[in-house]
């Protein structure tokens, strides 16, 4: 077996995610390895997806973080009035003790004094301490998140090229890329150049991403008619996601006439190749005696197969039939 991605290179190892073979330099350079013993590589187009998926991680994480240092900051504001406050009773009581003319004080006075020490004691460390945690933590968070924008920007420079010399997997990330604006400048057209590129080499994710893209109107004016047209290719070619979307398109009507009988076709050859969003809805065309004789038997194992596959639509109606 030869390199997917230096064709001329024998192949030493595997993707740890998609199951690429990798030769020996793609091992060497790998930018994300496994976390079992055996630190398996991932692959070129693996290692974009896990680095796009660690920088949204971690913006999301600290966009969370703000909104919590901002309540942490207004308790060490809170707690530092305290301690001020704290310390205007403690004088006070000290200053009562001295004006009725205490030379000793009695031991449970010195309890209660010993009491408001510690509190005191206890607020003060926290309000110096508080600042200081939340800046670290912050520190923290960029450090990793600026990490993983350059890894990002390495793979990116690196996909890049691969895209140059007509890679389809390489286009159609890209693509994705300039579709998000992760990494580069958000640039629909960029992006829609790519994915045509990718598709026009009968690459299915492509495919279905102009599909799903026209569908809804993303990037692009909304138009059922393209939509079908994209699922169609990626159909023909055996994407059981455009099988389903097909078979939606179909069901809703969608680009194409509503026809329930259509739709029961399509949904029956992505569940042939056990996607679970056409187990679900296939199902639903049994229970519902669409396009089909109902049949609620053949309904709940359809539901019973994308349930075990996490498809939450089928758990729902499980549960509602149960």
Not at 35 to 48: I, M
Not at 119 to 146: A, H, Y
Request: proline share 2%; glycine share 8%.
């Amino acid at each position: 077996m030869n390199c997917k991605f230096h064709p001329t290179a024998e192949a030493v190892t595997k993707c740890a995610v998609c199951g690429a073979e990798l030769c020996l330099y793609c091992d060497q350079k790998a930018f994300f390895r496994s976390e079992d013993e055996d630190k398996k590589p991932f692959c070129l187009n693996c290692s974009l997806k896990e680095a796009k998926i660690k920088v949204a991680a971690y913006e999301e994480y600290l966009l969370l973080n703000k909104k919590r240092n901002r309540i942490a900051l207004i308790l060490w504001i809170a707690g530092l009035l305290l301690l001020i406050f704290g310390i205007g009773i403690v004088f006070m009581i000290a200053a009562s003790i001295v004006y009725n003319g205490k030379a000793l004080i009695a031991s449970e006075e010195q309890t209660f004094s010993e009491k408001i020490k510690a509190t005191l004691l206890t607020v003060l460390i926290c309000t110096i301490t508080c600042p200081f945690d939340i800046i670290k933590d912050s520190g923290r968070n960029k450090k990793e998140i600026k990490k993983f924008r350059q890894k990002l920007q390495d793979i990116l420079v690196v996909v890049q090229e691969n895209a140059e010399q007509g890679d389809a997997v390489a286009q159609y990330n890209l693509g994705e890329l300039y579709f998000d604006g992760n990494g580069v400048t958000k640039n629909y057209e960029k992006a829609f150049e790519l994915w045509g590129k990718a598709a026009e080499q009968g690459y299915t994710d492509a495919l279905c991403r102009l599909g799903v893209a026209y569908n809804e109107g993303e990037g692009v004016p909304q138009d059922y008619g393209k939509s079908v047209e994209y699922f169609t290719k990626a159909a023909s070619l055996g994407s059981a996601f455009a099988q389903f979307a097909i078979g939606t398109c179909y069901s809703e009507g969608e680009g194409v006439p509503q026809d329930d009988v259509k739709a029961f076709e399509w949904y029956s050859k992505g569940a042939a190749q056990g996607d679970a969003a056409s187990q679900c809805a296939l199902g639903i065309c049994y229970s519902e005696g669409k396009g089909v004789a109902k049949d609620m038997a053949k309904a709940f194992d359809l539901w019973k197969k994308a349930a075990e596959q996490g498809n939450e639509k089928a758990k729902e109606l499980l549960a509602q039939h149960s």
